[in-house]
Nanobody, 120 residues
Framework: QVQLVDSGGGSVQAGGSLKLSCKTS????????MAWFRRNGGKEREWVAG?????????DYADSAKGRFTISQDNAKNTMYLQMNSLKPEDTGMYYC????????????WGQGTQVTVSS
């Protein structure tokens, strides 16, 4: 059974940093690509960053994350990270990791979410 456990969220002031973690267990089927998403209130879920997981490979970021966020992984720990620097109030939201992408770009497995709150 696949499980993704998100952690690392919290409350920070604008300009601060947080590092989110996503620990995985079980055999993940689908493409070797994991990602972070976020949702703020009633807004639609927003893709934040993605990472190729089967070894050193490409990463990709939403424009809102470029230059401030870094996605990475530690395969020995089965954990993916999102280092978030220079946080802004608009980064506030529930952050979810996702895995098991299919050919339609949909993710099969999701973490439970970790809340990030950035105050001005």
């Amino acid at each position: 059974q696949v499980q993704l456990v998100d952690s690392g969220g919290g409350s920070v002031q604008a300009g601060g940093s947080l590092k989110l973690s996503c620990k995985t267990s079980g055999v993940i089927t689908g493409y070797n690509w994991m990602a972070w998403f976020r949702r703020n209130g009633g807004k639609e879920r927003e893709w934040v960053a993605g990472l190729y997981t089967a070894g050193p490979g490409p990463t990709d970021y939403a424009d809102s994350a470029k230059g401030r966020f870094t996605i990475s992984q530690d395969n020995a720990k089965n954990t993916m990270y999102l280092q978030m620097n220079s946080l802004k109030p608009e980064d506030t939201g529930m952050y979810y990791c996702a895995a098991g992408r299919n050919s339609n770009g949909e993710f099969r497995y999701w973490g439970q979410g970790t809340q990030v709150t950035v105050s001005s």
